[in-house]
């Protein structure tokens, strides 16, 4: 398995600014994921980070809204930027370890 | 495409009966099958694995099968406990791929 620290864990953020959501995992892996899970839903993929090259996003998401940085084998950051209500969400880090994906905690962020 | 499909009503049993949650998925047959716990406002937590060629996994309390036939996994918790009380995920992972595709997840609650 695998430890894997969000921060922050809970946030109340205006409409129009931007919030980066930092996860460290406590062991080296090559790809980590972002999902967003909006209230009642399912989870979705966001985009898929690997160290030293562009994320790869899903359909629906886009770079200049949700900016990706992966620095190292242990360390990646999502920005969900110039927020709307419509991304308030939670927004989950995930690592595949062994054909099974284990989630951070989550960051709930709530948009007003 | 692939769609994983959940009971999107709630269980509601009694503390010590066995509950038994539904995963159906609509297309092929994953290469393998995950059960995962989320508590309000949090991640999910990885609960069972079960692969294409194996029919029942068990794991304490709790047992996962995986019914090619029927296209359908069943995830039991004998002995239920109010502690249970949480929204369950089901989610596939096709051969070749490293990307889980998830369920709504269904409610279970406990009562004592």
């Known amino acids: 398995s695998a430890v894997i620290s969000q921060k922050p864990s809970r946030d109340i953020c205006q409409r129009g600014t931007s919030l980066t959501i930092q996860c460290q995992v406590d062991?080296?892996?090559?790809?980590m994921f972002w999902y967003r899970q909006q209230p009642g839903q399912s989870l979705t993929l966001i985009a898929t980070?690997?160290?030293?090259?562009?994320?790869?996003?899903e359909s629906g998401f886009v770079i200049d809204k949700f900016p990706i940085s992966r620095p190292n084998l242990t360390f990646s950051t999502l920005t969900v930027s110039n927020m709307s209500p419509e991304d308030s969400s939670i927004y989950l880090c995930?690592?595949?370890?062994?054909?099974?994906?284990?989630f951070g905690e989550g960051s709930w962020l709530t948009v007003v | 495409s692939q769609k994983i499909e959940q009971n999107s009503e709630a269980l509601n049993i009694q503390e010590g009966k066995t509950a038994t949650l539904t995963c159906n998925y609509t297309?092929?047959?994953?290469?393998?099958l995950q059960w995962y716990r989320q508590d309000p406002g949090r991640g999910p937590v990885f609960l069972l694995l079960?692969?294409?060629?194996?029919k029942e996994k068990r794991k304490e309390r709790l047992k996962v099968t995986f019914d090619t036939t029927l296209k359908q996994s069943l995830f039991h918790i004998t002995a239920s406990q109010p502690a249970d009380s949480a929204t369950y995920l089901c989610?596939?992972?096709?051969?070749?791929?490293?990307?889980?595709?998830f369920g709504r997840g269904t409610s279970l609650i406990v009562h004592p």
């Open positions: 995930s690592v595949d370890l062994g054909n099974t994906i284990y």
């Open positions: 062991s080296q892996v090559t790809m």
């Open positions: 980070a690997n160290q030293g090259s562009e994320a790869t996003y």
């Open positions: 297309n092929y047959s994953p290469a393998y």
């Open positions: 079960i692969r294409e060629n194996e």
């Open positions: 989610a596939e992972t096709a051969g070749g791929s490293y990307i889980p595709t």
